[in-house]
């Protein structure tokens, strides 16, 4: 790990993960370069280049104070990967059920345990995002003081979970309270700048900046060889 990852996760900030876009794309560049000319690698081929093209603007960023950027455009590359194409409504299918899909998937093909390292080494930070009530759809529902209670079961849920080792029902829990954050941004439900979001903003975009080269990595090292759906646009 260089000094830039050391800092970033001693402050929490946003900045690089471990694993660079450059280290990335040096890691793919021979498979790519296999699956040059291969009508049925093309999709990847471009899921990938579309990925790693948010992922290194998210590294152009010189400082963390952009949150909203940071995490926009990590969930953008996030998309690259799992975003399917609904042929027979001819648009784009659900979020929530592609979403599902590829944690499953990523989660069967992580045979070196990428993902549950991520998990286990920042547990903390996995542990403050389901402490926080506002990231849930259950308390947005009914917003109250018993509902946000009641909406933190997953946080004790959560240390059964990593006892067993049930990192995919983690994972899916954890972007699923990201997804709600980006769903408030984009959808217009959030200020641009504004206070009250700054620590869940943080938080959040921290997070998926260390999930992103696991998802990466695993596809590159294990999924090479997997349909991963018609892409969309």
């Known amino acids: 790990m260089d000094s830039n990852s050391r800092t970033s996760e001693r402050n929490g900030s946003t900045g690089p993960s471990t694993w660079t876009v450059r280290d990335l794309r040096r890691r793919w560049k021979p498979h790519k370069q296999a699956l040059a000319g291969d009508p049925d690698a093309e999709p990847l081929l471009i899921r990938l280049h579309r990925c790693c093209s948010w992922l290194q603007r998210v590294e152009e960023l010189a400082d963390g104070k952009n949150l909203e950027a940071h995490l926009i455009y990590r969930w953008i590359a996030l ?13 784009p299918a659900g979020d ?11 989660s069967q093909l992580d045979r070196e345990g990428r993902i549950g390292e991520v998990l286990t080494r920042h547990r903390r930070l996995v542990m ?11 308390y947005w529902q009914d917003p109250s003081i018993e509902r946000a209670r009641r ?3 997953t946080y004790f849920n959560s240390r059964t979970w990593y006892l067993e080792q049930r990192y995919n029902r983690l994972l899916f ?20 700048g504004g206070q009250l979001n700054r620590t869940a903003l943080r938080r959040c975009a921290t997070m998926l900046g260390h999930l992103m080269p696991a998802f990466v990595l695993v596809i590159i090292d294990h999924g ?10």
């Open 224 to 233: 090479r060889a997997e349909d991963w759906g018609p892409l969309c646009y």
């Open 128 to 138: 403050s995002i389901f402490e926080d009530e506002y990231l849930t759809r259950y």
């Open 151 to 153: 909406s933190q079961k």
């Open 173 to 192: 829990e954890v972007i699923d309270r990201v997804y709600l954050l980006r769903c408030q941004l984009v959808h217009g439900a959030a200020t641009h």
């Open 79 to 91: 998309n690259s990967l799992y975003g399917q194409w609904d042929e027979a409504k001819r648009e």
């Open 96 to 106: 929530r059920q592609t979403m599902s899909a590829f944690i499953d998937r990523v």
